[in-house]
C-alpha cells in the first residue's frame, strides 16, 4: 500500500536533509512517504539539470518537490536537498507528495500525487505540484484537489527542506521576504518570499514554510549570487531595490553583491606565457582580521593545464601567513577562473574569485644578412630567428631572385626557429630578396623580409627593409635600421613581380662598410605592416 501512517516514536528519518519526525500509529487512515520517489541528495535517475539564462538548477527531482544544487555565476550549491512538499497527518506525523505521474516541459516540473489521505476531512486529494524556472528564481506551486475531480480541497500543506551550508545558515526577515545566507561564503544569498510562515533557526540549514490548512500555497526563491571583496555596502541597497520591484528581479535579473566576509588581497603574477616555465609565488596583502601567530592554511582552486601549485608556511608559529607556490609550463591559452582560501588558527576564513591567464608568446622575428657592402654576397650569412610561432607549423627561408628554399622544418614545440643559411653563388646584377615564411600561434601567416642589391661583380651595393625602390626612386643611400624597420612601408607591386622572376636593378648610392642587423617587415600579401608587440 502506497500510504499510512509513519511509524515508532522515537525513529526519526532523515531524507536527503529532510527529517521526518514519525508519532504513534493511529486507527485511521494515514500516509507514508514513497522514499523510493524523491531522488535523494544529489540526484538519482529522475533528476535532471534546468538552465536559464542567469543560472543553473541542478538535480531536479521530478517524481518530487526538491533541488539538490543551484549555481550563477560567482557561487554554487544553493540548496542540498529542499523543495519538498507535503502535509502533516492528524497524528503530527509528516508526509512528503510523491509522484504517481509527472510531466517536464523545458523549464517547468509537474507531477500529480494521487489519492492521498486527507485526515481533515476523512477523505482523499490529489495534491499537483508544479515548479518554474525563469532567469534566477525557482518557484513552487501546490494546488489540492478532491480526488478524481477539479474541486479545490482544504488540508496542511507545508515545503520545507536543507539549504546545506554545513550548519552555517543564518536567517533575516524583511518586510515583504526572507534572506537566508551562509556565514561560510560557500552559498548564493537566497531570497524567499511565500504565502506561508517561515520556521528556522540561524545557524541550523532547514527551512520550513507553513501554510497552514489551505487549498494551494506558493513559495518563490531567487538566487543571488556575490563576488568576494566587493562593497558590502551594496547589499542593503539592493535588497530595498528588489522588495520594491520583486518581479524583475525574479524573472530577469542576476544581481551581483558582496560578501561581507574577511576580504583579502592576492600579491602576484597571474597571467603566464604558454610555454614559458613558471615559478612564481602568490602572497596576501589586506587581511587585517586574521590572526597568523600559529600560522595558517591556504587553498587554491582549478589551474590552466601545465601548471601546479603548493601551499608554503602552513600551521608555523613562525607568525608567517601562508603563500601558495605556482611552478610548471602553461600548455593552453585562456582564462581560468579559481578561488583563493584562506584560513588562521582561530577560525577566520575568507575566500576569494581569481583569475589565472594564459598568453601566446609574443610574435617575432629577425634576419640578420651578415655581410658588408662591397663584400662578396655569395658564401655570406644570414641569421633568421623567430618565436610565438604555431607548434609544429611549416617554415621556409626563401631567396628570390629566381626562388631557391635555403631553408625550411617545422617550428619546435616552444614555438620557435632560428639558424643560418647560406647565400648561394649565381644571383645576377640587380635586387633580391629573402623571406622567412611560418604561421604564427593565432594562426595568421607570418613574413619576414629583407631586400638587398648586388653589382656585376657579386658585391653587396645596399639592403634595406622597406622594398626595391623604383628607377625614378632616390638612391638607396642608408641602412634602414629596426627603428625605421617598424614603420608602416608598402612595396611597389610590378617590381615585386619582376623579382620573383630575375634580378632587378635600381638606382643606387654609396654606402659605408657595415655589418647589417635586419629586423624583419611583416607583409600580408605584397603590403607591409606593422605587428606590434603585446605584453
Known sequence: MKKRTLTAAVTALSLAGVMLLAAPAQASPGN???????????????????????????????TSGSISDARTEHTTDAYDGFGYVGTTNADESQYLFTADTYEVDGTTFTFVDTDVYNSLTDGFVDAHVTRTFVGNTATWTVDVFEAGTDIPADMPLFITGNLGSDGDSTYTPYDTFLLSTDTGIYDPYLLWKSTGEASYVNGND??????????????????????????????????????????????????EISSEQQCFDVVGTTTFTRGVAVDTTLTFDGYDNFDWTHGGYAQIGDLPAGLEAEVLNTWSDDETPP???????????GAVDTYIYLADDEGMDADRALTLT???????????????????????????????????????LTLRSTPQVIGNGFVTSTGT??????????????????????????????????????????????????????????????????????????????????LAA?????????????????????????????????A
Request: with cysteine; glycine share 10%.
Open 323 to 333: 603563500t601558495i607556490h605556482i611552478f610548471g609550463t602553461p600548455t593552453t591559452v
Open 417 to 498: 626557429v632560428s639558424g643560418v643559411a647560406t647565400i648561394p653563388a649565381g644571383l645576377e646584377t640587380g635586387w633580391h630578396s629573402i623571406t622567412l615564411d611560418s604561421t604564427d600561434n593565432t594562426g595568421t601567416t607570418l613574413s619576414r623580409v629583407v631586400y638587398f642589391e648586388i653589382d656585376a661583380a657579386g658585391q653587396l651595393l645596399s639592403s634595406n627593409y622597406t622594398g626595391i625602390p623604383v628607377e625614378t626612386a632616390a638612391p638607396v643611400d642608408t641602412i634602414v635600421d629596426a627603428a625605421v624597420a617598424a614603420t608602416t612601408v608598402t612595396a611597389v607591386p610590378a617590381v615585386e613581380a619582376e
Open 358 to 396: 594564459v598568453i601566446n608568446e609574443p610574435v617575432a622575428a629577425d634576419l640578420t644578412l651578415n655581410a658588408s657592402v662591397g663584400a662578396l654576397i655569395a658564401g655570406s650569412d644570414i641569421t633568421y630567428s623567430a618565436s610565438g610561432l604555431q607548434d609544429g607549423a611549416a617554415w621556409t
Open 502 to 534: 630575375t634580378g632587378f636593378s635600381g638606382s643606387t648610392g654609396a654606402l659605408g662598410a657595415l655589418a647589417l642587423t635586419l629586423a624583419g617587415v611583416l607583409l600580408f600579401g605584397a603590403a607591409l605592416r606593422r605587428k606590434h608587440r603585446t
Open 206 to 255: 532547514t527551512l520550513s514554510f507553513d501554510f497552514g490548512v489551505a487549498s494551494s500555497a506558493r513559495l518563490e526563491n531567487i538566487l543571488i549570487g556575490y563576488e568576494a571583496c566587493a562593497d558590502p555596502a551594496a547589499l542593503p541597497t539592493l535588497l530595498t531595490s528588489i522588495d520594491a520591484d520583486w518581479l524583475s528581479y525574479a524573472n530577469t535579473e542576476i544581481a
Open 32 to 62: 507514508v512517504t514513497n522514499e523510493s520517489l524523491l531522488c535523494g541528495l544529489g540526484g538519482g535517475v529522475s533528476s535532471s539539470s534546468v538552465d536559464t539564462a542567469t543560472t543553473s538548477f541542478n538535480y531536479v527531482c521530478q
